[in-house]
């Protein structure tokens, strides 16, 4: 049994470390010295765990820098194509992944609409998808570190998917079929949540550290940024605003609940709204988001006005949400994203007129830039993160890039 002193020493080794390779990600090129010079460690104990990262072929040697006098440094950059992560979003009507070096930059991506399958069909899309992925990898020295995937439902602290009402899952151990199957590190986290880690890490809330990330597809879900840091509650479930009763005696939704906010905010909304009007006879073939847009964009007003009602009742939730945390950013992202044009104005004339101005005080709205890569990227950051953890501690804790 190794001594507490051996322990400590070891447990101080592995943070240094972490800190060495974390100030080396942050920045683009930069020498030994000015490693030391950041993190206060002293040049010789910078200089062991750079060679380590070296054998570990986690960062690379550059050309030398410049001189501040005397012989010019040699420079260290993190080597983010040693290895590559998958990140797939499972969406309830499409699925999505996307092969990342470790630093998230897409490599490659694929995208499959699909239709009200079951369960096990799914998962043969989702195979489908990942084995492209794994087969487009270029040659590196870890190959595929892991694979994450965000799914619309409730995900316990053990990764299990409790309840995904729009696909009609309950009580899915996801992660075990993955890992079975690839024999790969798997992260199976609730597609908000990986939504918002992706867009505090690649998207428009690099800047902020309290955001509401509004994942709008099919559903509704909400990932929170709370102090930097993803907020998923005492028990992983936090975020389930979707199913937040914004209609006393409003419509049964899926969860079993009356009047939930994604049964008038949501694509499901929009569609449904849409079959009910008169857009059907305007079109030749099926209803669907990207055919509503169309018709917004050529002037049709009843397309507009349909998405202007969804702007509205978005407005009513993300107001209470707003009121609840006074965040500094709320971002709305995934598929419905792409409509912003239509759905901005009504959404914000009523967050403006129904939400406490002390609230909306330094608040910025934004919709999403990555629409439904947020998601995709969140899950790929998870693997890659873990990756790193694991070779640079002995235990699996979380590393953020």
Known sequence: MKSTKTWNQQVVKQENKALVLETIIANSQISRADIATSTGLNKGTVSSLVKELLDEQLINEVGPGKSSGGRRPVMLLFNELSGYSIGVDLGVNYILGVLTDLRGNICQEKKTNISDLTYEEILEELFAIIDTLIKSAPSSPYGIVGIGVGVPGIVNKDQKILLAPNLNWKSIDLKSELENKYNLPIVVENEANAGA????????????????????????????????????????????FGHMAIEADGAKCSCGSNGCWELYASEK?????????????????????????????????????????????????????????????????????????????????????????????????????????STALGVAAFSAENFISSKVFQENNKYAL
Do not use: C
């Open 197 to 240: 880690y992706g867009e505090k890490n690649f998207g428009v809330g690099k800047h902020n550290d309290n955001i509401i990330y509004v994942s709008v597809g099919i559903g509704i879900g909400v990932g929170l940024i709370l102090n930097g840091e993803l907020y998923r509650g005492n028990n992983g479930f936090s975020g389930e």
């Open 269 to 373: 909304s929009l569609l449904f709204n849409a079959q009910r009007s008169d857009l059907k006879e305007t079109l030749d073939g099926e209803l669907s988001l990207e055919t509503i847009m169309k018709l917004a964009e050529s002037g049709n007003d009843t397309a507009q006005q349909l998405f202007n009602r969804i702007g509205k009742y978005l407005g009513v939730g993300i107001n209470n949400i707003i009121n609840i945390f006074n965040p500094e950013q709320v971002i709305i992202g995934n598929q419905m994203a792409e409509a912003a044009q239509w759905l901005e104005p009504s959404m914000m004339e009523w967050i403006e007129e129904q939400s406490l101005w002390f609230s909306r005080k330094d608040l910025t709205i934004d919709f999403s830039g990555l629409q439904t890569h």
